[in-house]
């Protein structure tokens, strides 16, 4: 009897190992996939084409900063992810009745690419039917088939993630074709968003360190927005983006395997 059992719990055993085997066999970052139940943990199955042919084991969300050291370092002191076009989301209805002529960029919402760990957002504002539109036009020129959704709708989202995490920070960077006087300032403030700015006045000007993120969060001005309009920061205090940042083109990255997205232009933009 003790024979038995001994060699019937040794082929139990040999069973388990042999599913844990198995299990740790799963698929990671870059491998091919066909289902995301072939991806480790976090990571989902994606066909990243053009430029990653195939579908790949890609991470669903990534890494908050902020909690993989602390939050006591000056902001510049942290990489964080950002996306390129966050509006111009796959799928997203017309809201001007004439279908949709132009590119996509994201798969995600607003609210799931920050809810995914996304801490920045490049977004093309635009004067578009007497308000602020996010477009992904040409010419400075939004029209009914470029048109994604007015401006006032994503800065909800932003707001509303604001206003849930109270320890994050959310960078915008406007590609900005608005020329209505107050156009942006209107609609950061009918949204929610003027509660959080982080003013300008409290930029450091000459490659200082920024403030710490624990005093960002303690003040509650956890919303930085840059321009690229320049004459922005005298007019409305909307800090001018290359005053503060320089950007690296780092295509050649894009086939590297911590990439999350797919992006013809996938850049690395850092704080001054
Ligand atoms: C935060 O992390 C940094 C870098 O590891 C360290 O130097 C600093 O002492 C930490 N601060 C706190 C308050 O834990
Ligand atoms: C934005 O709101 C603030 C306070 O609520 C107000 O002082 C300011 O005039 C408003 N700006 C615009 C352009 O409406």
Same mark, same amino acid.
Not at 85 to 94: D, H, L, R, T, Y
């Given at each position: 009897m003790g024979g038995t059992f001994t060699a019937a719990a040794a082929a139990a055993a040999l069973v388990l190992v042999m599913a844990g085997l198995f299990g740790a066999a799963t698929a990671n970052i870059g491998d091919k996939c066909s289902t995301s139940a072939d991806c480790g943990a976090g990571q989902w199955c994606f066909d990243c084409e053009p430029e990653l042919a195939g579908s790949h084991c890609v991470r669903s969300a990534a890494t908050n900063p902020f909690q993989l050291v602390n939050n006591s370092l000056p902001f510049n002191k942290y990489a964080y992810l950002t996306t390129h076009? #966050?509006?111009?989301?796959?799928?997203?209805? #017309?809201h001007t009745g004439i279908p949709r002529i132009t590119f996509d960029n994201q798969e995600d919402t607003v609210t799931d690419q920050l809810n995914n760990g996304v801490r920045a957002l490049m977004l093309d504002t635009y004067d578009f039917k007497g308000d602020v539109w996010l477009c992904h036009s040409s010419g400075g020129k939004c029209n009914d088939f470029t048109a994604f959704e007015p401006a006032l709708d994503t800065f909800k989202e932003i707001e509303a993630f604001l206003s849930a995490n109270p320890s994050e920070i959310v960078t915008l960077i406007l590609e900005d074709y608005v020329n209505a006087p107050n156009g942006l300032t209107n609609v950061f403030n009918a949204s929610g968003l003027q509660k959080y700015w982080f003013p300008v006045s409290k930029m450091p000007q000459n490659g200082q360190d920024w403030p710490l993120v624990s005093d960002m969060v303690t003040s509650n001005q956890r919303l930085l927005v840059f321009t690229s309009a320049r004459s922005k920061q005298v007019t409305e205090g909307i800090a001018y983006q290359w005053n503060f940042m320089v950007e690296n083109n780092c295509e050649t990255l894009l086939l590297s395997h911590e990439t999350l997205c797919c992006s013809s232009s996938l850049s690395q933009v850092s704080l001054l």
């Open positions: 076009n #966050s509006f111009a989301i796959v799928g997203e209805p #017309s």
